[in-house]
């Protein structure tokens, strides 16, 4: 089995229209495939402007939004890991991510866990205000091994990533949309962080910049390998980044710097 796999991280601007951005996407997700993309990465709410407004009525189309994730996924014969959409379950919405195989099927579900509600000077969000936490950790399996994936705010949480990893993840995928106080200040300091803490790859794909609305995106998707390095990462604009991952990475790195391999947590266990 190859050791090294081809990822596509795809960096869109979405639209108000939401079959703008469905077209758009497509066109991206094609291009990413026929350059030899193997995983293909969207952003969190790559179909709804990422703004309390519009979630509810978004919501409505996520049956529609996870048809064409698995169409497209098997179409192009990619692991699509599918950003993220608004999604009603009764009477609560979740900020939740869909992953589909090469062959469409879904393979797993993460709603987001940790919810953004931040009081920064000049900048408020709550995003409890629209959407109940996920309550579950999501990892699943590949034909390269097995994955997890978060949401954004979920990346401030090492207790998360750390539970992926115990459960055996190589790579962690995080749709995000950190935005212009928080990218510049955490972004890849965060992403290089988790990545170290747990001698495994993160790839973070956030959605392009966008002035036309409240929430300004950071954008820079990045990839990052078990040491810490950035593989690939981009500017604010609209693009495809691509980064070739070699698994046989982490072991190495575990090999010559096994912090991961000496974890003691008999010690770190919380009082309760």
């Not at 796999?5 to 469905?22: C, N, P, S, V, W």
């Not at 900020?95 to 919810?115: P, S």
């Not at 710097?257 to 009082?271: I, S, W």
Request: hydrophobic residues 45%.
């Amino acid at each position: 089995m190859a050791t090294t796999l081809k990822l596509a991280m795809i960096q869109l601007r979405t639209e108000r229209e939401l079959e703008k951005t469905l077209q758009k996407a497509e066109r991206m997700l094609r291009e990413a495939a026929a350059k030899g993309a193997e995983i293909a990465v969207l952003p969190e709410m790559f179909c709804c402007p990422y703004d309390a407004a519009f979630f509810p009525a978004f919501a409505e189309h996520a049956d529609e939004v996870r048809a064409v994730l698995s169409q497209w996924s098997r179409e192009n014969r990619l692991l699509l890991v599918g950003g993220s959409l608004p999604e009603r379950e009764g009477e609560r919405l979740y900020n939740t991510c869909f992953v589909y195989d090469e062959a469409g099927r879904q393979i797993a579900r993460h709603r987001k866990v940790h919810l953004f509600d931040v009081d920064l000077p000049g900048m408020r969000f709550m995003e409890s205000d629209s959407f109940a936490p996920g309550e579950e950790i999501t990892t699943f399996e590949t034909r390269w091994g097995r994955m997890g994936a978060a949401i954004c705010f979920d990346l401030r949480f090492p207790e998360l990533f750390r539970a992926m990893a115990r459960r055996g993840a190589q790579i962690i995928f995080l749709p995000a949309q950190f935005n212009q106080k928080t990218g510049p200040a955490h972004w890849e300091l965060s992403l290089r962080a988790r990545a170290v803490d747990n001698e495994l790859f993160v790839v973070g794909a956030s959605a392009a910049k966008d002035a036309g609305f409240s929430y300004e995106s950071w954008g820079h998707s990045m990839a990052v390998d078990p040491f810490g390095e950035v593989l690939a990462s981009c500017g604010d604009e609209e693009t495809i980044l691509y980064a070739d991952l070699d698994l046989d990475r982490i072991a190495r790195v575990r090999r010559q710097l096994p912090t991961f391999l000496h974890l003691r947590e008999e010690l770190y266990e919380v009082a309760k």
